[in-house]
């Protein structure tokens, strides 16, 4: 079974404060997507990691892949109030499982103002 | 922007009730998943369609939950009988086909509560 572990589950910080997030898995993937989800509402689509060592930035969020394309993190530098929500990881295995998506626990980030 | 709908965005029922849940995805969309979200949990696959066929349900309890997409357009998931250990956001997701990527847009979501 595929598995992934996120860290840290909560995360607490204040505005402006940097920060990193964590997927790990003892599994290879063929690609990892990050979402945030905001309370009450489904998952937004941040990004997609393919390639073993890639790295993503959108705004002040970067992306990196593991070289193996087992794990992947998310860095955020000079986070805000609107980067609050919570952070999941998924992984897809191209040809397994029909092609689902395997989601972390995910990662709840609060930025105090 | 082309979005994935879903409706009710809120549900509360009774033990034993029957509810459903409606999902329109984003237009020209073949897949479709179903997934359930415990708090503080990420999602869990209940059902997968390509086009009007299931593709994977194998962790749907199908004692008591059906799901269909007939038309291979929108879908409906329902659970009879509702159980309190049913309570949780329900999402659906589409993507515009099986691919190596399988990127996935997800709608609101339809927050159940079994009383």
């Known amino acids: 079974t595929q598995l992934?572990?996120?860290?840290?589950?909560?995360?607490?910080?204040q505005e402006g404060e940097n920060l990193t997030v964590y997927c790990n898995s003892s599994s290879v993937f063929s690609s990892l997507q990050w979402y945030r989800q905001e309370p009450g509402e489904g998952p937004v689509l941040l990004v997609t990691v393919v390639t073993g060592g890639e790295v993503k930035k959108l705004k002040r969020l970067t992306f990196q892949f593991g070289d193996a394309r087992k794990d992947s993190s998310l860095h955020i530098t000079a986070a805000q109030p609107g980067d609050t929500g919570l952070y999941l990881c998924a992984g897809h295995n191209y040809g397994g499982s029909q092609g689902n998506l395997i989601f972390g626990k995910g990662t709840k980030l609060s930025v105090k103002p | 922007e082309a979005e994935v709908a879903q409706s009710p965005r809120?549900?509360?029922?009774?033990?034993?009730?029957?509810?459903?849940?409606?999902?329109?995805?984003?237009?020209?969309?073949?897949?479709?998943y179903w997934y359930r979200q415990i708090l503080g949990q990420g999602p869990?696959?209940?059902?997968?369609?390509?086009?009007?066929?299931?593709?994977?349900?194998?962790?749907?309890?199908?004692?008591?939950?059906?799901?269909?997409?007939?038309?291979?357009?929108?879908?409906?998931?329902?659970?009879?009988p509702a159980e309190l250990g049913d309570s949780a956001m329900y999402l659906c997701a589409s993507s515009l086909e099986l691919s190596f990527h399988n990127e996935q847009f997800f709608g609101p979501g339809t927050r159940l509560t079994v009383l």
């Open chain 1, 4 to 13: 992934l572990e996120q860290s840290p589950q909560f995360l607490s910080i």
């Open chain 2, 10 to 32: 809120y549900k509360i029922t009774e033990k034993s009730q029957a509810v459903a849940f409606w999902c329109d995805p984003i237009s020209g969309h073949a897949t479709l």
């Open chain 2, 44 to 80: 869990e696959l209940l059902v997968q369609f390509q086009d009007e066929s299931v593709v994977d349900d194998s962790q749907l309890p199908k004692d008591r939950f059906s799901a269909e997409r007939l038309k291979g357009v929108d879908s409906t998931l329902k659970i009879q």
